[in-house]
């Protein structure tokens, strides 16, 4: 399996900062390949264990894109939000959020992003948020994707 070269350089500059901030948010286009990208990071970082969550109707894609990406050097684990409380308790060393922006309630933290939340500052690993559509209806609806990772953008926000 080969990436694109667009997704090469995103893996690249993804990889620089996540380093620097344990998160990331992959923001692109819809069919452009936000899935492959974001294993081929968490290949990059030298991961062990990746969990990621997404919607019950986009697991089979992920888990056919992992096996055709074949990486020797993680195992993947993957579950839709409802089942967070079944993952394996693990050292996740990457979780990755697909359609995040399903995690921006606002005012209020929905109770997806509060066990989320809970499960990054548990595990403290690189977090790679995944989205087309990251503030599908207000900007507001970004703080609550990322409140949970320790140092996000508004952590001096309350």
Not at 5 to 16: E, F, G
Not at 36 to 57: D, H, I, R, Y
Request: proline share 6%.
């Amino acid at each position: 399996m080969e990436f694109r070269d667009y997704q090469k350089n995103i893996i690249d500059i993804a990889s620089n900062i996540i380093k620097k901030r344990k998160m990331v948010y992959l923001a692109m286009e819809v069919r452009t390949g936000k899935t492959l990208t974001s294993l081929g990071l968490a290949e990059k970082l030298g991961c062990e264990n990746v969990l990621f969550l997404t919607k019950k109707k986009a697991i089979s894609s992920i888990t056919s894109d992992y096996d055709l990406m074949c990486p020797a050097s993680f195992s993947l684990f993957t579950i839709n939000y409802e089942s967070i409380h079944k993952a394996p308790n693990v050292k996740w060393d990457m979780i990755i959020l697909d359609e995040a922006h399903g995690l921006g309630a606002f005012p209020k933290p929905s109770k997806r992003a509060k066990q989320v939340s809970a499960m990054i500052k548990k595990q403290n690993p690189y977090v790679c948020f995944l989205s087309g559509t990251p503030t599908p209806e207000s900007y507001c609806q970004m703080y609550h994707q990322v409140y949970g990772v320790p140092g996000n953008p508004f952590s001096a926000f309350r």
